[in-house]
């Protein structure tokens, strides 16, 4: 039987790169650590599961290039077993603490099982590799990968430069086929920022399609047809889709969405802020400050500090009338969009992949509830990925969409405004510069032979350090005030490494030893030559360029 419509859910697995060997114990390496414990490792448990039943399903999901170079490195993959073995422990003393607690005694054997069992998947089930995991289910055909910005930077921030944006998605897009051997064929615009131009840079680097906010779409030139239920052909030939609203409330909304629910895991109380300063101190900051440990006992409960105990039998049972609530909501959704549509309209549903798992600790188990849910019940929708959607739908009309993002307001205010804006007069000229010491350089840059002489290899830094000070997480933290010291602090060391290695670059005295130590810290894409991507295209390149938008211009209205 015909499905009625598509569904397309979409995860964006993001983390910036926080690796610090200079120190024993670095706090925001916990970000890592708590997101493969909670998010990333339960999501692909929740496939694992759903393939050995034979569920048939569609996931869509980024893996940052940031986030792969973390999960490749040695050194974080130790440091995250040493992470695990102290909240195993911890879970120990907690199952002994609570034994006569007979509301928390459960939940500590609970926390237990899920540390112990984090700790063999990671290492016996997925073998420590799980840039490996995911590619394995992506080979299986039921998750498609995308591509993203090298880190993640904010495009129309950079769009000053445009051999930033280029180096941004050229090495984001290089990252992923040393990683899974194909090319991708989807990508990621960071805070899906779009700016008009942007897709001729994803159609240089062979990508097929991307994702805007709806606003982006809904102001388009002209209007689409279909609003933001079927994708668009930008004037490159890339594909858009746009984000549906509705399925987004449903999850997003702080007041209406599924995970702010009274009897789901509450995340904001942990025993490391909650129980004697003396029994947590192992577990906390070395210095001595408070941390989440991920031990949390307690449900959302209502808007009250006095949280009840948490019922994980319960909140399954939740997730799975959620994910029932959901496929309904989408059905009643399509009815009313086939009428006027008179085709199959597409659903397509974004969500930070962090939200589930991390966030919302039963998110991996509601997206696993909808999938057994949707497989073989008609009416459902179809869970699908946009690779399958635009294989089988190929005829699509033709737009220029607006600029947008899907940041708060719709634009780029949060990257953007009085906390953060004397970030970008150094950005740019940092890019400025880089582009500059690339043009000066591109007879020895595109000779890959050598990539050994002090001189490339300090050009190659520079381009990394500009990378790193280029990640939209700096600004965005500092506009939402949560580690604002650090991200000043380290859009300040990046760009004093990068000015630095400029300056050495144009004396003819670059310092051996200080480079071996900043190659040795900032040491992501280490394979690549990174200051390469900001060498100019050459004119023949140009040429099909212009060929192609002038091609694409030409396409006809369906």
């Keep these: 039987m015909k499905p009625k419509g598509c569904l397309a859910l979409v995860l964006h697995a993001h983390l910036p790169f926080v690796r610090h060997p200079e120190e024993e114990y670095f706090l925001e390496e916990n970000w890592f650590y708590e997101a493969i414990t909670e998010t990333y490792l339960p999501l692909l448990n929740m496939m694992k599961r759903l393939l050995k039943d034979g569920v048939d399903f569609r996931l869509t999901m980024s893996l940052t290039p940031t986030l792969i170079t973390m999960f490749n490195d040695t050194l974080l993959r130790q440091r995250y077993l040493r992470h695990l073995d102290r909240l195993v422990e911890l879970s120990e003393k907690e199952i002994e603490r609570t034994g006569f607690m007979k509301d928390y005694h459960g939940l500590a054997l609970m926390y237990q099982r899920l540390f112990k069992q984090a700790r063999r998947d990671f290492v016996h089930t997925y073998g ?98 279909y609003g933001v239920y079927a994708p668009v052909f930008c004037p490159s030939g ?25 009897v789901y895991r509450e995340y904001y109380r942990d025993i490391g802020f909650e129980l004697e300063y003396d029994y947590v101190k192992p577990y906390i900051h070395p210095i001595g400050f408070r941390i989440n440990t991920g031990i949390k006992y307690w449900r959302i409960t209502g808007p009250t500090e006095n949280k009840e105990p948490y019922n994980h039998d319960r909140s399954r049972q939740m997730a799975d009338e959620h994910a029932e609530d959901f496929i309904r909501h989408r059905l009643e959704q399509i009815d009313r969009l086939e009428v006027s549509m008179g085709r199959a309209p597409l659903v397509t549903a974004p969500y930070d992949a962090e939200l589930f798992g991390h966030w919302w600790f039963e998110g991996p188990e509601w997206i696993e509830a909808m999938a057994r849910r949707i497989d073989g019940h008609y009416p459902a929708p179809r869970m699908t990925t946009p690779s399958e959607y635009l294989s089988a739908q190929r005829t699509h009309q033709a737009v220029l969409p607006s600029a947008s993002s899907w940041g708060q307001k719709g634009y780029g205010e949060v990257w953007m405004d009085r906390s953060n804006d004397w970030v970008l007069r150094h950005v ?12 000066r350089n591109a007879a020895i840059l595109n000779k890959p032979a050598d990539r050994t002489g002090l001189r490339v290899r300090a050009l190659h830094q520079a381009a990394r350090e500009l990378l790193l000070a280029e990640a939209s997480d700096w600004p965005f933290i500092i506009k939402t005030g949560t580690m604002v010291e650090y991200a000043e602090r380290r859009l300040s060391t990046h760009l004093g490494r990068f000015n630095k290695l400029y300056e050495d670059i144009c004396a003819g005295a670059v310092d051996p030893e200080w480079l071996d130590e900043v190659e040795k810290r900032d040491c992501l894409f280490r394979e690549l030559p990174c200051a390469s991507y900001y060498v100019p295209p050459s004119p023949a390149i140009s040429r099909k360029r212009a060929a192609d938008r002038k091609k694409s211009r030409k396409r006809s209205r369906p």
């Design 128 to 225: 420590s590799d799980l840039v490996a995991a995911f590619g394995k289910m992506q080979d299986r055909g039921v998750l498609e990968i995308i591509a993203s910005s090298a880190t993640h930077g904010y495009s129309p921030n950079l769009s000053a430069n445009p051999s930033s944006v280029r180096a941004q998605i050229q090495i984001g897009v290089e990252v992923y086929r040393r990683n899974f051997g194909r090319d991708p064929r989807g990508y990621w615009l960071p805070e899906w920022g779009y700016y008009p131009g942007v897709d001729e840079l994803l159609k240089e680097a062979g990508i097929k399609y991307f994702f805007m906010d709806s606003h982006g779409l809904l102001h388009a030139d002209p209007t689409p047809r």
């Design 428 to 439: 740019h000229a940092a890019g400025e510069r880089m582009r500059e010491l690339a043009a």
């Design 238 to 262: 890339v594909a858009a889709f746009g984000r549906d609203w509705e399925s987004s409330k449903q999850v997003w909304s702080s007041t209406e969405g599924y995970p702010g629910n009274p």
